[in-house]
C-alpha cells in the first residue's frame, strides 16, 4: 500500500478497471485508502509539492503502483464468493500518544470532557468467512501514525501497521511467504493526524531532557533538537512492539467477533472545488474557505520527524528570513490569502502557484460506502482526533434525520488524494501543521489531469560493474555458521533497484533458501517482504553499485544449511536507442545454521 494517493493514480486504475469490467467498478464505488507508511516510494502525484522531494515525477514508481492495486483488485474479483460479515470493537492500550497535546487542549473543556483520552483507543474490525465459516479476511480501523520508523530509516517498509498486517496473515496462511495465501488482513488509517507511536514521547536527542512544551522545544538545539522515542530499543524494535501491541488487541476481537453486518451496500461519490466552500456556522454566519497555503509550522514537521531548518511548530508569527527568500523565488502571497488563513503565518500560498504544474489539489473526492449499519467516511487528508469525533457525529446525525438509527462511522483518512492536515477551528488557531479545514449527490467539478507530469530531477544512469566482476557476483562473503540470533550478510554487485519496477510486480530483490535433505532441492523461507530481512542498495559512481542483503536469524529458526540470493535487473542503454532491462541474479555460498 502506498502512503498517500493522487487524483493521477486513482484516474489510471479506473481507466484499466473500466477496460476489463466495464461499469462494474466507478469513482463512486472504488475507494483507495493508504495504510499509510513514511517509508514508502514516492513520485507519483501530479502535483508539485508533493513530487519536490522525490525530485520530480517517477513514471516507474506510478505505474508500478497501479499496476499492484489493479493486480490486487483483479485477484479479488476472480475470488469472489459469497460470505458473511462481522464487526467487533475495543480499545487498544499502549500503542499511541497524542503529538500534539497543547492544541487538543485548545478545544472546549465541556468537548474534551466527554472523552476519557486525547486519542481515540477504539479499533474496529471487520472479520470477513465464507458460508462455511472459513476465514477470509480483515479490515480494521485504528489512529495511529505509521512512524515508528523515524526519518533516519533508508528502507522501504509499511512500519507498524504493515508489521501488524504481515503477523495476522503468517497466522492464517501457514507455510506461505509474505503476500501469498488467501487470507487478506488490511489495516486502515483513520483520525490519525495527531497521534503518535511513539509513546515515550518527545525529548532532547542532545541532552535527554523532555521537551513535551507547546513549541517542542529544547533549550540547546532549538526544535530541530525534539523527537519522540518508541518503547523499543530502536526504531525496528519499536515498530515491533507497537505492531505487536496492535496485532494481539486485533487478533482478540477477530476471533470473538459475533456481531453480523446485515443490510444494503451503498456508495456515493462527489468532487468538491474546496476553495469555494460556503460553510454555515450558524443561523446567522457564514465563513468561507480558501486556496490552499502551508504555514511556517509546517516545515518544522513534528515530533515524529522535525523539519531541519530551524523552523517551530506552534509558531503565529512569519520568519522575515524565510519570507524574502520565498517572495524573491516563488513569490509573495495575496493579501486574500494571508487574510483567509489568519492567524497562520504562510511560508508557501501553493494554492497561487503553478509552475511547472499547480503545487495543490483545489478539487478534492468526497466518498462514502454504507454497508449495512456501517458507514465509511472516505476522507483525503488526515483527521486530527477531535475533528476526527466531529465528523463521525456530524455524518450519524444526517443518518439520523433520514431515519436510520444506530449508524456505526469510522473514519478513512488518506483516501483517493491527499490535502494534508484537517484539524478543528481551535487547533488551528495556534497553528498545527494543518494547511486545509473540512466543511442525491451532483457529480461536482472533476480535477484537472496533467498530460505532462513534473519531470525527474535526477537522470537514469547505465549500470556498470567494478573491473573483471559481473552482476551478482557476491563481494563480501556469508560466515560458513551462524547461530539463531546473529546475522547473516552478503554483499553483492548490484545495480539501480528502480529497474524491477519495469518488470514484475510481483519481483523480490532477496530469497532466503533451505535446503532440504528428503527432496534434494532448496526451499524459500523468506523473501525481502519478511521481517526478518533487509536490502540495502548503496550507490555508489559511474554507476556501479552493490547489495548489502542481511537476514536476521529468529531464535526460533531450523537448524541447517541456508543460502540467501539477490535478484535484479541492470539498465543497459546504447546510445540513441531505447533502454532494455536484463536481469540477473547472485547467490551466496552455503552456510550453516547452528545453535548456540
Known amino acids: 500500500w502506498c502512503s498517500r494517493k493522487s487524483h493521477a493514480l486513482k484516474s489510471w486504475v479506473l ?19 493508504g495504510t499509510h507508511t513514511h517509508s514508502g516510494p514516492a513520485g507519483y502525484f501530479q502535483y508539485t509539492i508533493f513530487v519536490l522531494s522525490s525530485e520530480g515525477f517517477s513514471r516507474r514508481t506510478f505505474e508500478f503502483i497501479v499496476d499492484g492495486i489493479v493486480k490486487s483488485i483483479d485477484m479479488a474479483h476472480r475470488n469472489l464468493k459469497p460470505g458473511r460479515i462481522f464487526v467487533n470493537k475495543g480499545n487498544v492500550e499502549g500503542a499511541q500518544i497524542n503529538r ?86 488490511a489495516f486502515a ?25 507547546f513549541n517542542s522545544f529544547c533549550p540547546i538545539g532549538g526544535s530541530d533538537m525534539c523527537m519522540a522515542a518508541g518503547p523499543g530499543k530502536d526504531m525496528f524494535d519499536s515498530t515491533r512492539i507497537i505492531g505487536d501491541t496492535i496485532y494481539q488487541k486485533a487478533k482478540e476481537l477477530y476471533d470473538i467477533a459475533s456481531q453480523e453486518i446485515l443490510g444494503p451496500l451503498s456508495a456515493a461519490h462527489q468532487w468538491v472545488n474546496m476553495t469555494d466552500v460556503t460553510v454555515q456556522l450558524n443561523s446567522t454566519h457564514t465563513a468561507k474557505t480558501c486556496k490552499p497555503a502551508l504555514g511556517h509550522s509546517f516545515a518544522a514537521g513534528t515530533i515524529d520527524g522535525v523539519g531541519g531548518l530551524n523552523f517551530t511548530q506552534g509558531a503565529t508569527e512569519g520568519d522575515p528570513f524565510w519570507d524574502s527568500i520565498r517572495d524573491q523565488l516563488l513569490g509573495e502571497p495575496s493579501n486574500e490569502t494571508k487574510d483567509c488563513h ?45 475533528s476526527g469525533r466531529r465528523l463521525r457525529e456530524a455524518i450519524q446525525k444526517e443518518f439520523e434525520t ?43 467539478p472533476e ?46 554487485v548490484g545495480a539501480n533497484p528502480k529497474n524491477s ?48 542483503i542481511e537476514w ?17 535487473h541492470n539498465r543497459k542503454q546504447n546510445f540513441l536507442q531505447p533502454a532494455v532491462f536484463l536481469p540477473f541474479q547472485g547467490a551466496s555460498a552455503p552456510f550453516w545454521v547452528t545453535i548456540k
Open 552 to 568: 536476521h536469524i529468529a531464535g526460533t529458526t531450523p537448524l541447517g544449511l541456508y543460502r540467501i540470493r539477490y535478484f535484479g
Open 100 to 185: 500534539s497535546p497543547y492544541s487538543y487542549l485548545q478545544n472546549p473543556l465541556s468537548e474534551r470532557n466527554r472523552y476519557s483520552a486525547n486519542t481515540d483507543k477504539e479499533m474496529l474490525v471487520l472479520k470477513m468467512v465464507d458460508l462455511n465459516g472459513e476465514d477470509l479476511g480483515l479490515i480494521s480501523w485504528f489512529a495511529v501514525h505509521p512512524v515508528s520508523m523515524n526519518n533516519t530509516n533508508h528502507l522501504v517498509n509499511s512500519d507498524n501497521v504493515g508489521y501488524v498486517s504481515y503477523m495476522f496473515e503468517q497466522e492464517k496462511n501457514k507455510g506461505e511467504l509474505p503476500g501469498q495465501g488467501p487470507f487478506v488482513a
Open 15 to 33: 481507466r484499466r478497471l473500466q477496460n476489463q469490467y466495464g461499469d462494474l467498478y466507478t469513482q463512486e464505488n472504488v475507494v483507495l485508502s
Open 342 to 386: 489568519k492567524p497562520k503565518p504562510i511560508l508557501l500560498s501553493t494554492g497561487e502557484m503553478s509552475r511547472p504544474h499547480p503545487w495543490h489539489p483545489e478539487i478534492v473526492d468526497v466518498q462514502i460506502i454504507t454497508l449495512g449499519s456501517l458507514v465509511i467516511a472516505a476522507v483525503p487528508g488526515e483527521p486530527t482526533t477531535m
Open 501 to 548: 519496477a519495469e518488470n514484475l510486480t510481483d519481483h523480490t530483490f532477496l530469497t532466503v533458501e533451505k535446503y532440504e535433505n528428503t527432496s534434494a532441492m532448496w526451499q524459500i523461507v523468506h523473501n525481502d517482504a519478511s521481517w526478518d530481512t533487509r536490502f540495502y542498495w548503496h550507490k555508489g559512481s559511474s554507476g556501479q553499485s552493490n547489495v548489502t
Open 402 to 444: 433520514s431515519g436510520r438509527q444506530n449508524m456505526t462511522v469510522v473514519i478513512a483518512g488518506l483516501c483517493n488524494v491527499y490535502t494534508h492536515y484537517i484539524a478543528t477551528y481551535e487547533e488551528y488557531q495556534v497553528s498545527l501543521e494543518a494547511p486545509d479545514t473540512v466543511a442525491n449527490l451532483s457529480r461536482g
Open 447 to 492: 480535477p484537472p489531469f496533467f498530460s505532462q507530469l513534473m519531470l525527474p530531477l535526477t537522470s537514469n544512469q547505465v549500470d556498470r560493474t567494478p573491473e573483471n566482476t559481473t552482476f551478482g557476483d557476491v563481494l563480501h562473503p556469508a560466515k560458513p555458521e551462524y547461530q539463531r540470533g546473529e546475522v547473516a550478510e552478503v554483499m553483492f
Open 189 to 213: 488509517s483513520s483520525n490519525l493526524g495527531d497521534v503518535s507511536p511513539n509513546i515515550l514521547g518527545p525529548h532532547c536527542i542532545n541532552t535527554g531532557e523532555s521537551c513535551d512544551n
